[in-house]
């Protein structure tokens, strides 16, 4: 028995990354529902594998998932392999788990299910907001993607998935570089990793409110429209409307430094 399997029980798998899965699990005392992630890890990498945790920790505002404990377990449980994990779980000894906030949905699902029109200019201002409180806190959160953000019960933006998270000024580069998802990397990232500021977030934040306020059909033209945008800088005039085309158009500079803050955009946009 381990401090995981006497405190939840877990319901279902919610999904998989590069470095562990996330649970779907039932607090056994409080009988809430959290989700959980494993992270199996070998001993003397302890301090990055932490690193995710760390930022976590560190940040609790509404437009971002709440972390509420982690711990580590000896030994790696039922995170199976497949081969590009090979190398990585034959050298695992530990686990690391991080209980968070559940989220039901995704921005990537709430595309998807085409339902409802999309609320705009709600999911930006959360967004801003989150982006604005974690640029202050001198974190950069390196992965913004319709994936990475989350909507819980009631419809409202959770920033999440800080697995490539970094302070600002730390110019290491962490474990994962590289992967994350490429369609909304900021052009500076291609020329030299090292060049990522919160102004990388705010590129990747023009494509999401791109998505946003033009769904697209289908994942193929999504990423032939994100190729183009990246090229051109210029929004196809029909897709979107006026106020988020501006946006996109600050936000998509090749020149970080000509690309607002999540301050600036809410002071002009949001007063
Ligand atoms: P990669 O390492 O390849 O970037 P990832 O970082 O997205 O993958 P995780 O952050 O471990 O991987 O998340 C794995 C899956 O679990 C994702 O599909 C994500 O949607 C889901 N997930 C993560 N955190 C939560 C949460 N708090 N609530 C609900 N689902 C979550
Ligand atoms: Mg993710
Ligand atoms: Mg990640």
């Not at 302890?46 to 690193?51: K, M, V």
Request: glycine fraction near 6%; include cysteine; hydrophobic fraction near 35%.
């Amino acid at each position: 028995q381990t401090r995981y399997t006497v405190d939840f029980q877990e319901i279902r798998r919610l999904g998989k990354g590069g470095f562990g899965r996330v649970y779907e699990c039932k607090h056994k005392l409080d009988e809430s529902t959290y989700a959980v992630k494993k992270i199996p890890f070998p001993d003397q990498e302890h301090a990055e594998y932490l690193r995710e945790v760390k930022i976590l920790a560190a940040l609790q505002h509404p437009s971002v998932i709440r972390y509420y404990q982690c711990w580590i377990e000896l030994g790696v449980s039922d995170v199976g392999s497949s081969s590009d994990e090979d190398e990585m779980m034959s050298k695992a000894t530990h686990t690391l788990f991080v209980a968070m906030e559940l989220c039901t949905s995704t921005l990537h699902a709430r595309l998807e299910a085409k339902i409802e029109k999309v609320p705009v200019f709600r999911y930006l201002k959360e967004l801003l907001e989150g982006l604005q409180f974690i640029h202050e806190k001198g974190v950069i959160h390196g992965d913004l993607s319709r994936d990475n953000i989350f909507l819980d019960d009631h419809d409202h933006i959770k920033i999440g998935d800080f697995g490539l998270a970094r302070n600002t000024g730390d110019d290491s580069i962490p474990i994962g570089d590289g992967l994350g998802n490429m369609m909304y990397r900021a052009p500076e990232l291609s020329i030299d990793p090292r060049l990522i500021s919160t102004k990388s977030d705010m590129f990747s934040l023009g494509l999401v409110l791109f998505e946003l306020s033009c769904p697209l059909a289908t994942g193929y033209e999504r990423a032939r429209q994100f190729e183009e945008l990246k090229k051109s800088g210029e929004i196809p005039e029909e897709t979107v409307d006026e106020t988020s085309r501006e946006i996109i158009c600050q936000l998509l500079k090749k020149d970080p430094q000509q690309r607002p803050s999540a301050a600036q955009l809410l002071h002009r946009y949001f007063p």
